[in-house]
């Protein structure tokens, strides 16, 4: 089974918390940015319009100018001319939106000059129609500098102000989204702070639950080379650690279950799994041991039954499943037992996963004859589908299959496929003589 080595799916939530906090952040200075260029718009607009009523005022002031010297003969026409060009030269021409000032700025600088031939021609009448129709013009002219720069206010207003007012609009709008989300990351930091909280607390319990599991065994062994033991006493106290190692391995395994229940990815499910198969079936070994009389000959016929028990119950086998047990060795020890049940876990887990895909009916066959001394022979396997690529036995590219072939070298066995339909593994191991002669 290939081992998945990419990074859990709970670890990159910091990772993506960081990147929408910093995209946050970006989109909260562009806005700012672009809401103070806004902010300036309007605010030349505003001053283009204050400086465009000023102007207007100064425009009102001419007709005032003219009848004042016309009656004193004074120089407040010219003043206020002067005044008005001055304005336009210093004020009105700083202004933004230069190309609309600059026309506008041209068309009054026409418009004042007429107006001030006109002032000069009311002055040089003789007769009172001809001073009358001048100051007839000159007032329809000024009028006219005053429609010019109403225009323009009109057009500021209507360009400039409605427009940045919209602008703005639309940020302030944009504003309220962001906060809404910035609001939604707060609180999904706020969650993600919390489970990981959790988890720092769930894995301090295990750890100290461990830690308090190997400081008991600790001390059991070290009383056990201390303490001259008899051997009714010795075999009570091996019986008691093979109880206690089997307690703990079941500590181990609902560990196991208990992080599975955080996982939702299927592969990862699947690893969770057999991992917790793996520990059962090195914990039924410990059970078969302490609840046998002989502790160096332990029941295999009741431990094999009991393995494959769970391993139906573990896969939640649904279909109409048959066992072809034959078990005819009464006896093994523990370090053979333990990996030839790692073994059979194995191989009866691979054919539950891979074998009966699209099967209502299947069979597992298990057959064991044969001793330690003289060797074993174990037939394993199922008459599902099979094997379709031979290369996959012969280098191994999962976890299950090196398992396979690390445990049958163990058991100094050589292993097989046997012939025939669906998958059968044939294992034998060598006779103790041929061991002892090979050292």
Known sequence: MPVNHSRPSWQLLPVLAIALAASFIAWDAALMARTTRAQKKLGGHIAQLDRL?????????????????????????NVQVAAIRGFMDHQLATLPDGVGMANLIKTLGKDLANCDSLHREARRSRTLSEATM????????????????????????R????????????????AHVLLALASLLALLCAGLVTYVARLLVHANERSE???????????????????????????????????????NLQIVRSLIRFQMDKVREPHTTELFNECVNRVGAMALVHEQTY???????????????????????????????HLDVDIQVGT????????????????????????????????????LSGTEQGGLV??????????????????????GMDLIHTLAGQLNASMAIAPGPGMVYQMTTVPDQEIRRRA
């Open 53 to 77: 009523s000023r102007l207007n005022t100064q425009i009102d002031q001419l007709v005032p100018a003219h009848v004042a010297t016309l009656g004193d003969g004074g120089d407040k026409w």
């Open 134 to 157: 001048a100051d007839a013009v000159l007032t329809l002219m000024i009028r006219n500098m005053r429609g010019h720069v109403e225009d323009e206010v009109r057009q500021v207003q």
């Open 159 to 174: 360009n400039g102000l409605a427009a940045q007012t919209l602008v703005l609009d639309s940020q302030w709008t944009e």
């Open 209 to 247: 639950l461990l830690a308090r599991t190997g400081e008991e065994l600790e001390r059991t062994n070290r009383n056990l080379r201390e303490t001259m033991l008899s051997k009714e006493e010795k075999e009570v106290m091996l019986k008691e650690i093979h109880h206690r190692v089997k307690n």
């Open 291 to 321: 609840m046998s009389n002989d502790l160096a000959n332990i029941d295999v016929a009741n431990y094999l039954n009991s393995l494959l028990r769970d391993l139906v119950h573990a896969y939640n086998i649904r279909m109409k499943l």
């Open 332 to 367: 093994l020890g523990v370090d053979t037992l333990t990996p030839l049940g790692l073994l059979i876990n194995e191989v009866v887990s691979n054919s539950f996963k891979h074998a009966f895909h699209g099967r209502q009916e299947g069979t597992i066959i298990l057959h």
């Open 378 to 399: 174990l037939r394993i396997g199922d008459d599902g589908i099979g094997l379709s690529d031979a290369d996959k036995w012969e280098k191994p590219n999962s976890l």
